[in-house]
């Protein structure tokens, strides 16, 4: 089987995109722009696509009409659901020589359970979060957080440098899923540690646009702080992030950690802040949390 599909990989591979949202849109985008045709499926009406962007009624007629399907969901019920539903479903189809990169944050049970089932239909499952947003996704700049055998990541391997800068093999399916959590633990931290300087800052009158560009160039000053930098002080509406993916993804850390009866005292108070500005506008970016 892995022959057969890695001669599919190597010729003009037809590739689908499942779930056409705030990562999603970008990289179908990105992938349009060199690939002859992208297939995708969209719980939703998508308007202004490219012309070569040609829609599918269901997750099942996607993988039947593609080799590879890259899969960016919201969080474990919406995998569960495309894999599994019996009607139209991945699983209600034939996946021999078929691969599914499957690139939603879910917690790492979720992966190893749909990855068997995968694989038992005959498929190959990659298990590959990335690290970036839209930005990246548009550039085809993510980095890939790949849960996978040494010898299917070879096979995934052209498909994933379509869209990515760098690709870290961290282990077995599950790994990358607990790979990415970890990494997103400190940037939800992060934003939580702004806010309260912010708020120490406004305190004793210090301008605030002058307190973000000074910290953005000092030793507090990380990259994502600098790529924020103009959001925060001017306000503008982009989103890269969205405060509901923060929450889930703080939530899958919280759950991950707690199986093994780890307290993230931290992590609890972040929790609260993004809680709260969800409250106030649910479409906001997790970085505006900072502001005072």
């Known amino acids: 089987m892995f022959l057969n599909v890695s001669k599919i990989l190597q010729m003009n591979k037809k590739i689908g995109i499942c779930g056409i949202g705030k990562m999603g849109l970008p990289l179908l985008l990105h992938l349009s722009e060199s690939l002859t045709e ?14 070569n962007a040609v829609p599918c009624n269901s997750p099942k007629e996607l993988i039947e009409n593609s080799d590879v399907v890259l899969c960016l969901l919201f969080d474990d019920t919406s995998v569960r659901d495309v894999y599994e539903d019996t009607q139209n479903g991945f699983l209600a189809t034939d996946l ?34 990335v690290s970036g947003t839209t930005g990246p996704a548009r550039n085809g700049q993510l980095m890939a957080l790949v849960g996978a055998s040494t010898d ?57 646009g002058m307190v973000i560009e000074t910290m953005a160039d000092s030793g507090a000053g990380a990259r ?32 991950l950690a707690g199986s093994n009866h780890i307290k993230l005292e931290a992590l609890s108070a972040s929790l609260k802040s993004y809680q709260s500005l969800l409250a106030k506008n649910e479409d906001a ?8």
């Open 38 to 51: 992208v297939r995708y499926f969209s719980r939703s009406t998508k308007k202004d696509l490219p012309l």
């Open 96 to 129: 021999r020589n078929k691969m599914l990169i499957e690139m939603t944050t879910v917690l790492p049970a979720t992966a190893t359970d749909i990855a068997t089932k995968v694989q038992k239909a005959g498929g190959i499952f990659i298990e590959s979060p």
């Open 152 to 208: 299917q990541l070879d096979i995934a391997r052209p498909i994933l440098e379509l869209f990515t800068r760098k690709i870290v093999h961290a282990g077995p399916v599950g790994n990358g899923a607990k790979l990415k959590l970890i990494l997103n633990l400190p940037l939800a931290i992060y934003w939580q540690s702004i806010k309260e300087a912010l708020m120490v800052a406004k305190d004793h009158n210090l301008d605030l």
């Open 224 to 255: 994502v702080l600098q790529h924020k930098m103009s959001k925060l002080i001017e306000d503008s509406s982009e989103v890269s992030f969205d405060v509901s993916t923060m929450i889930k993804d703080v939530s899958l850390i919280q759950e």
């Open 285 to 292: 970016d997790a970085s505006e949390i900072v502001k005072p």
